[in-house]
Each structure stands twice: as C-alpha cells, then as structure tokens.
C-alpha cells in the first residue's frame, strides 16, 4: 500500500514538473528583456521559414526544433495521459468512497423549523364548532449516534478499502499499458525515419543511375530506352519518398497522441533504432508476472471483496444499537415552550427471509464466479508471457538474417551498378539489385522495429521495465562486456 501510495505520489509531482517541462518544449531561448537587441529583435528579412535538414527553422526567432528520445516522451506522457489522468481519480474518488463508509460511525445532527395550522376533523365535527390550532417549531435540534451494528460498517469499510486497492492497481496497469503504447508507438516513428532514409538514398541512387544512362545514351553507346527506365525509376523513387515523408508525419502525430500532447510542435528523435539484448528466460518471465503484473493482483482482490460481500449479506438481519436525542422550542407561539427526549435503541430491520436467503445464494455465486474469473485471468497472463516470449525469442533470430540478406543485397547493388558503370551491365539486372537493396533496408529496420516492439509487449506482460534493470536476466556475458567498455 504504501509503495502505491509513492507511486500515485510521485506521478502528480511528474504532472506538477510536467507543465515545467512543457514550457521549455514549446518556446525555447531566453526571455526577452526591456533592452532592445538584434538577437531577439531580428530585421524582417530575417525571419522568414528556411528549410534546414528537413526541419522548418525561424532564423533570429526563439522557436528552434528540440531533440527528444524515448525517456523524455515517457515522462510526457506519465503527465499528460487522458487515461492515466482518469485512473488517477478513481483512486481519488474511491479513496472518498471509503470515508464515506466510515461516517457511520459518526454522530448525525438535524435542525428543523417550521409551522403548522391544524383544523381537528373529528373534534370539530363532535363539538359543532371549528377548532383549529397553530402550532410553531421554532427550532427542533435532532442528534443520533450509531453505537454498534454487529459489524456491518466494517464489512462494508473492508469492501471499499478492497475497492480502493483494486482502483490502485488498475492505475498501475493503465501507467504499464501507456508506457506499452509509448514504446511501440516512439518505435515507430524511429522506423518511419529509417524508411525516409532509405527512400532518400534510393533516389540519390535513382538519380546517379540516370545521369549515368543519360551520359552512355549522350555518347551514343546505349539506346533511349535505358533513360526511359531510368525516368521512370526515378520517378517511381520520388514517389516513395513522399509517402515515406507522409508515414513519419503520422508516426508523430500518433506518438503525440499517445503521449496526450496531440498539438505538439515537430521534433527530432534523437535516437535511432537499436537492439538491446534480452536473454530472460520463460520461467524468470513467468515469475516475474505472477509478482508484478497488475491484473494478477488484480484478480485476487475481486476474489476478496467478493468474499466480504458474502459475509456482508449475511449480516442483513443484524439490529443497530443506537443512541437518539431531540430538543424542541415552539408550541402555540414560536417560543412559548419546550421539550425534549432522549434515549438508546435496538433497532431489528424488517427481515424477508425469503429476500435473505437469496441474497446470500447470489452472494455465494458471484464469489465462485471471481474465482473462475481469477484463474482465467491467470491462464491469459501465463498464455499471453508465453506469446510475448516465443514472438520476441523470433523476432532476436531475425535480426542477424536480415542484417546477412542486407550485406548481400548491397553487394549485389555495388556489383551491378559498376557493371552498369564501365558499360556491361543491363539496366533491368541494374533495377532489380537497387530494388532487392532497397527491400532488404527495409525488412532489416523492419526487424528490428518488430524486436523492439516485441520487447515493450513482454515488458508490458510481466508487469516490469526490463531496459533499467528491473528484472535479472541471464545475461553474464553481456555485463562482462559493459564491464570492458566502461
């Protein structure tokens, strides 16, 4: 509880260092001063939009693009969430739910005031005349104090507390799964500026074998047709390049999202597609589920609360001692006397012993069923570690294929394009090598995309970051070699 209560802690002072962060991500630069100067009053011949490395930059103004990488959209989206802003006032909500269960145990105080004009019916009609009373409450002072009920209220307090702990930890889910969809969302956009990469260098690619098929047709050793075809691929490129600078557009758009900061200004990733090494074995990751992930906690407190609500409905026939007090001021006139009573009571609720015996009957069969619902809860969890696992076991195998068939289709390019170059190469065996080049970049960054992703699923299936640590992998070799390094 405490170490939930930390957490919940430390994520509003993550909101609170957010609205910070976000100031120094919209307008970067110094403040500007009463002092004139040049920098921060620049010429209007100085400010107008150049195009620097494909980033829209203001020259003299104080908005430049910023770097970021996948730490910093973390804590942006820790802070500005929708999801995980709501979960938050579920706990907050949840934990009022629970105080409101505890002021039974607190006194109950009334004030009423009021007046009457009473005409007796059958009094009037006895005595032939019409006799009608005023009758004046200046003020009546209630007041009632529950002593004991048997337990009721603490099962009912035992409920909510349970409720508040479920809330809790379906916020640590919610926060597992936006950092899941950060992840995969940061590793996409890191693969869409890979693919503009490669469709820029392919039509740089496109662009020399053009000029070469226009020199050798210049020169009079090749036909047209090689320039037709080279026009073409080189269009074709150009094309590509566009849909890939539309793609990188989307990924952000969608990190952004994500993030809960969708009119983000663009930004730089400053970090490219990587491979971290993950030897965790299948029983460290089941292990690691069953003490971590949120849902499996989750599951065995519904179990729990389930529980107390049997034994709750089984109270539903125990009295309430109670302790009742009033104090009177009216009568004829406002204030002309007084009266008051007090005393202790057992009170018996109306018992339908019929509507009891049902209840508990319902009771019961809702506990059994969040039993059930628990071990389906942990066969989900167990098949989907297992899921995770095997695919990110699959995805690691792929990487050094797709990094050999890149090296052999670089190879085959260099090789046919300088057959091309000195005049022996055909231009569609030219093509098809630029064409098996450019499909073998893209299966490799591919690769490593689809790894990368795979690990942020498995994280997210045991319930535990792997990348800072948290969880021990068998991995020697590995901090052997980080040893060496450092």
């Known amino acids: 509880m405490k170490i939930i209560n930390k957490f919940i802690i430390c994520i509003l002072m993550l ?13 970067h630069g110094e403040s500007l001063g009463n002092e004139i100067k040049a920098e921060e009053y620049p010429a209007s ?38 999801r995980i802003q709501a979960a938050m006032q579920d706990v907050f909500a949840s934990d009022a739910r629970v105080r409101e269960a505890w002021s039974a145990y607190f006194p109950q105080f009334g004030w009423q005031t009021g007046y009457t004009r009473i005409r007796q019916l059958q009094l009037s009609d006895v005595f032939r005349r019409d006799l009608i009373f005023n009758y004046f409450v200046l003020g009546q002072i209630s007041a009632s104090q529950m ?8 099962n009912q307090v035992t409920i909510r507390k349970l409720d508040n702990q479920g809330y809790k930890i379906t916020l640590t889910g919610t926060v597992n799964s936006v950092i899941c969809d950060v992840k995969t969302a940061y590793y996409n956009l890191q693969y869409a500026l890979e693919a503009k990469k490669v469709a820029e260098d392919m039509v740089k690619k496109y662009e020399a074998f053009y000029n070469q098929a226009k020199a050798f047709y210049q020169a009079g050793t090749k036909p047209k047709v090689d320039v037709t075809i080279a026009e073409v691929n080189l269009s074709n490129a150009k094309l590509t390049l566009i849909q890939a600078e539309n793609a990188v557009n989307i990924a952000m758009a969608k990190l952004n999202n994500t993030m809960g900061l969708p009119y983000s200004n663009k930004y730089n990733v400053a970090e490219n597609l990587r491979y971290e090494p993950c030897d965790i074995t299948l029983e460290g990751a089941i292990k690691t589920a069953k003490e971590s992930r949120p849902e499996f906690q989750l599951a065995e407190v519904k179990v729990e609360e389930a529980k107390q609500n049997v034994k709750l409905v089984k109270k539903s026939y125990f009295p309430q001692l109670t302790l009742e007090g009033q104090y009177q001021i009216g009568g004829k006139s406002p204030a002309s006397n007084y009266g008051y009573n007090f005393g202790g009571y057992l009170n018996f609720p109306t018992v339908n012993g019929m509507l009891i015996k049902n209840e508990i009957k319902e009771a019961k069969a809702l506990h059994s069923k969040e039993i059930a619902n628990a071990n389906d809860t942990k066969n989900n969890i167990y098949f989907e570690v297992q899921e995770s696992f095997y695919s990110l076991t699959e995805k690691k195998n792929k990487i050094p294929v797709a990094f050999l068939g890149l090296k052999q289709a670089k190879e085959n390019y260099e090789l046919s394009y300088g057959r091309y170059k000195v005049g022996v190469g055909d231009p569609i065996e030219l093509k098809e090598a630029q064409v098996q080049y450019q499909n073998a970049m893209l299966t490799y960054y591919q690769t490593m995309y689809e790894y990368n992703t795979a690990r942020a699923n498995l994280e997210k299936s045991i319930g535990k970051n792997i990348s800072n640590d948290e969880v021990q992998l068998d991995c020697g070799k590995i901090k052997k070699k980080k040893a060496k390094n450092s």
């Open 147 to 154: 002593l004991y009920d048997f337990g009721v209220t603490q």
């Open 15 to 27: 909101s609170m260092l957010q609205q910070v962060c976000l100031a120094g991500f919209w307008h």
């Open 45 to 82: 011949e100085d400010v107008e939009p150049k195009v620097s490395d494909d980033t829209l930059v203001i020259k003299g103004g104080v908005e430049t693009t910023m770097d970021i990488n996948l730490e910093e959209c973390l804590k942006y989206a820790l802070g500005n969430n929708p």
